[in-house]
């Protein structure tokens, strides 16, 4: 018999929110062939969901976009570049970024005015947040994940920006930051982990450490669902991250009294849902 207790915030952050209205509101008002340039969001059932409902088709280059068409930015946002061939091509351009993330955006193009070195703190060098604030001045940024900024040589501690992806893993961020404050005191250190990311993590960790097993349900390409798993398993849960229902393992229940469930920013209510159904089905709540 097992006790399901879902984390609450969960799901759909406002800016995920946000880019999905964008979208249906661009269908609704345009006459021209509309795009997505990948995902808009990283979660499948999403896109699935808005390709079908609103005939947009996901497309991974502009190159396979004719003039007369409408591209849509997802919300981890784009390059400079990315705007720059669009326009070139004469495609019309509907931004759906989440304005935290264009935060970063307007950051990093502040400290490379400056001329400072900018240290981007990612998960991956090519996730699209990162490829989108690095490319708005790359010959002054360089992205560098949370694994490798232990050994990176920072030359000229005093001109460096540390910036961070909006999604991150609090806690390993903090071990991060600590200790390149410790060994480069004269860095100077720009979190933005955003207030979404920050709550999800803070109620995952309150309850990892009190029930040690954590299912998030989120896509394994989704960053924020990653960093809600590695949370959790940083305060010593066992944790696990299931796109759906039918990637529930049994034996993850077996002589469990609790589970804790979340779901990434980008997951529908709708799959959580079924997640918790199936776990019902396996071990039956009392
Ligand atoms: S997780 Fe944060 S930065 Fe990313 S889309 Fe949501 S609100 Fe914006």
């Known amino acids: 018999m097992i006790n399901i207790i879902v984390a609450n915030p969960h799901g759909f952050c406002f800016g995920i929110t946000k880019a999905i209205d964008i979208a249906t509101k661009t269908s609704k008002n345009q006459k021209k062939p509309i795009f997505f340039l990948g995902e808009i969001v990283h979660n499948q059932h999403v896109v699935n969901w808005l390709e079908k409902e609103l005939k947009i088709k996901t497309v991974q280059s502009l190159d396979e976009i004719s003039s007369d068409s409408v591209v849509i930015i997802r919300a981890h946002g784009a390059s400079p570049t990315v705007f720059q061939q669009a326009k070139d091509k004469g495609i019309e351009v509907v931004d759906a970024s989440c304005p935290l993330v264009l935060r970063s955006h307007q950051t990093v193009k502040g400290l490379a005015?400056?001329?400072?070195?900018?240290?981007?703190?990612?998960?991956?060098?090519?996730h699209d947040e990162t490829v989108g604030v690095v490319g708005e001045a790359p010959q002054f940024t360089t992205p560098v994940t949370l694994d490798d900024i232990f050994n990176y040589p920072i030359n000229n501690p005093k001109n460096t920006v540390i910036m961070t992806q909006t999604t991150l893993s609090t806690i390993e961020t903090k071990k991060a930051l600590d200790f390149i404050k410790k060994k480069y005191p004269q860095v100077t250190i720009l979190p933005h982990i955003c207030q979404a990311t920050t709550d999800r993590q803070t109620v995952i960790i309150d309850l990892a450490k009190k029930y040690k097993l954590v299912i998030i349900v989120g896509s394994p390409t989704s960053a924020n669902s990653n960093s809600l798993k590695s949370v959790a398993q940083s305060v010593g849960a066992t944790a696990y991250i299931v796109d759906n229902a039918s990637?529930?393992?049994?034996?993850?229940?077996?002589?469990?009294?609790?589970?804790?469930?979340?779901?990434?920013a980008s997951t529908p209510e709708s799959v959580l849902n079924e997640v918790v159904e199936k776990i019902r089905q396996i071990s039956p709540v009392t």
């Open 113 to 126: 005015f400056e001329k400072k070195q900018i240290i981007f703190l990612c998960n991956k060098v090519d």
């Open 247 to 264: 990637e529930l393992q049994s034996e993850w229940f077996l002589n469990q009294k609790n589970v804790v469930l979340s779901s990434g």
